[in-house]
């Protein structure tokens, strides 16, 4: 089945900064690559998406990238802010809907 | 998206009952999940609850431990059955919608003493 490897586990970074967080996949059939943040005590919320025919996907302050021949993606924060920090979540999808999550990163942006 | 609610939000319970967990959507979904997410930990699914067929369920989950109703394309439960302390989790459903797209339930924190 699908794994997916994500680092790093904690990212600490100073408001304004930027914050990378990456992931590989192992199934070459993958095609579906959701994001979600998790705020403490919340439910993971969708908050960027990326399908295999498409290799950048921007909306706002985030961006997500995927390299298929690398079989590697990642989701990337501009300007960062504390309502930013949380637990991100990536995933790798094959089969209809059902996805597979990666370990999570926790971000922690200091004011 | 579809607007999920589950109920209970959480409760504590004793080892050796059952607990049944509601999933209403507001709108009709093709598909729904149950997931477990162990603190500090990622999500692990369940189970993919089929409307008017028994459940899908993942690999190290079984009917007897944890059976799930669904139905109808609104609403699904899942009880925890003959809880131990290691079934304390969240447990979370979700909808799948726009073909690839799914969105999570608030989540039920259950806790066995």
């Known amino acids: 089945g699908e794994n997916v490897e994500q680092h790093p586990s904690t990212l600490s970074v100073q408001e304004g900064d930027s914050a990378v967080i990456k992931c590989t996949y192992s199934?070459?059939?993958?095609?579906?690559f959701p994001w979600y943040k998790q705020e403490l005590g919340k439910r993971p919320q969708l908050i960027i998406d990326?399908?295999?025919?498409?290799g950048e996907k921007k909306d706002q302050r985030i961006a997500v990238t995927l390299n298929k021949t690398a079989k590697h993606f990642s989701l990337h924060i501009t300007e960062t802010q504390p309502e930013d920090s949380a637990v991100y979540f990536c995933a790798a999808r094959v089969r209809s809907y059902i996805p597979t999550f990666g370990r999570g990163t926790s971000l922690i942006v200091h004011p | 998206s579809a607007v999920i609610s589950q109920k209970p939000s959480r409760d504590i319970c004793q080892r050796g009952t059952s607990l049944t967990i509601q999933c209403q959507v507001d709108s009709q979904v093709t598909m729904m999940f149950w997931y477990r997410q162990q603190p500090g930990q990622s999500l692990t699914l369940i189970a993919t609850a089929n409307q008017g067929s028994e459940a899908t369920y993942e690999s190290g989950f079984v009917i007897d431990k944890f059976p799930i109703s669904r139905p109808n394309l609104t609403f699904s439960t899942l009880t925890v059955s003959n809880m131990s302390p290691e079934d304390s989790s969240i447990y979370l459903c979700?909808?799948?919608?726009?073909?690839?797209?799914?969105?999570f339930g608030p989540g039920t924190r259950l806790t066995v003493t």
């Open positions: 199934d070459s059939a993958s095609n579906y």
């Open positions: 979700s909808v799948g919608q726009d073909s690839d797209k799914q969105y």
């Open positions: 990326i399908r295999s025919n498409v």
